[in-house]
């Protein structure tokens, strides 16, 4: 089993609408999560952290920590053509010496 | 207020040369870590480094590559007698403590001919 684990897509919705992008990790000793955007051919842009259960908000993102569930979402609301790219969602744990476990990405496609 | 530096940004070799790949972390941070991505694929761990010290390399090839943090300059990850397959996007990220979050550098793209 992965540690973490992203539908591939490739996802499209079209401009304004909200995208919904989601994670599962493995192991329950997990403590931090991250979410990070890949444009193609660059290196990964830190979005958004979150530690603890519940939603965390900035500007147009939300992201959501179920720790009972191992889940983690990130939502896009008003969605734009420039969000169009690969998301990597990462987990940290602390039992593996601050090693993050990326998943393979969400590719997302905002349609104008 | 510079981020993570890397370079070459681009790197061509050989199959049988050495590479050399070069990162300084963001001011303040001591932590480094190196990825590897191959196209179309997921970053893949491959080792963590503090100042003179490998952390965890768990997710090095047990031949040919090696990596280091000396006290004073870069992080360098090094693969000898390359191959085509080590051609790939390889990231450095650097975060300011253990469990921090990590910003990334731009990559250096090796391609083996």
């Known amino acids: 089993q992965k540690e973490v684990e992203q539908n591939s897509g490739p996802l499209s919705v079209p401009e304004g609408a909200i995208a919904s992008l989601n994670c599962t990790y493995s192991?329950?000793?997990?403590?931090?999560f991250f979410w990070y955007r890949q444009y193609s051919g660059k290196s990964p842009e830190l979005i958004m952290s979150?530690?603890?259960?519940g939603d965390k908000e900035d500007g147009r993102f939300t992201a959501q920590l179920n720790k009972a569930s191992q889940y983690v979402s990130l939502l896009i609301r008003d969605s734009q053509p420039s969000d169009s790219a690969t998301y990597l969602c990462?987990?940290?744990?602390?039992?593996?010496?601050?090693?993050?476990?990326f998943g393979t990405g969400t590719s997302l496609t905002v349609i104008p | 207020n510079a981020g993570v530096m890397q370079n070459p940004r681009h790197l061509v070799r050989r199959r049988g040369q050495e590479a050399r790949l070069r990162c300084s972390p963001m001011?303040?941070?001591?932590?480094v870590y190196w990825y590897r991505q191959l196209p179309e694929e997921g970053l893949k761990f491959m080792v963590y480094l503090q100042k003179e010290n490998i952390i965890d390399e768990s997710g090095m090839p047990k031949e040919r590559f090696s990596a280091e943090f000396p006290k004073e300059g870069p992080s360098i990850l090094r693969i000898q007698q390359v191959v085509r397959g080590d051609s790939a996007a390889y990231f450095c990220?650097?975060?300011?403590?253990?469990?921090?979050?990590?910003?990334f550098g731009p990559g250096t793209r090796l391609t083996v001919l």
């Open positions: 192991d329950r000793v997990s403590q931090s």
């Open positions: 990220a650097s975060s300011k403590q253990g469990m921090d979050t990590q910003y």
């Open positions: 990462a987990v940290n744990r602390r039992d593996t010496g601050n090693q993050f476990y």
């Open positions: 001011k303040g941070h001591s932590h």
């Open positions: 979150i530690y603890s259960n």
